[in-house]
């Protein structure tokens, strides 16, 4: 778990920008935990991506 940024360029006043996101399941854990990843881009009007950004949740499971 956790997020993880990395900045690859800068925003200016008037840009226009808009964000890109995936994720997705891994298998359950041994303890029945399902782990989810995620994937976000945030992307300016010319194509360039500013930020890339990861992380991933943890989520438990349900009790009976």
């Known amino acids: 778990t956790g997020l993880q940024a990395r900045l690859r360029g800068a925003l200016f006043p008037g840009d226009t920008i808009h964000v890109e996101g995936e994720a997705w399941l891994r298998p359950p854990t041994s303890r029945g935990y399902t782990l989810m990843d ?20 943890n989520f438990h499971p349900r009790s009976p």
């Open 38 to 57: 995620l994937r976000h881009r945030v992307v300016n009007q010319h194509g360039e991506v500013l930020v890339d950004l990861d992380g991933g949740f």
